[in-house]
């Protein structure tokens, strides 16, 4: 993403990244494999946590309702075409 005109900060992009990562940043596994960096971002991927709407109810969210708004916050911080 930081190749397409991104403009999420760093931390917003390891939270992205590694919002997944349940080992790491719940369970303090793989901390051996971490440089100052990675440290560093670890509290802000544990705070993005709890903004994880797939694991967090039984519910599936709207996915038609939710998708203006996701639609605009896509279309303010990543523009136009990506590239992959």
């Known amino acids: 993403m930081k190749f397409n005109n991104c403009s999420i900060p760093e931390e917003g992009l390891y939270m992205i990244r590694f ?4 080992p790491w940043h719940s369970h303090s596994d793989y901390m051996h494999l971490c440089n100052e960096k990675d440290l ?3 509290p802000w ?3 993005f946590n709890k903004f ?3 694991t967090k ?12 708004y996701y639609q605009s ?3 303010k911080y990543c523009p136009g075409i990506l590239k992959w």
């Not at 919002?19 to 349940?22: D, E, K, L, T, V």
């Not at 109810?57 to 203006?68: F, H, M």
Request: hydrophobic share 35%; glycine share 0%.
């Open 57 to 68: 109810s039984t519910n599936l969210p709207d996915v038609e309702k939710l998708k203006p």
């Open 73 to 75: 916050l896509i279309d």
């Open 52 to 54: 994880d709407l797939y």
């Open 19 to 22: 919002h997944s990562f349940y």
């Open 40 to 42: 560093r971002m670890l």
């Open 45 to 47: 991927v544990q705070e």
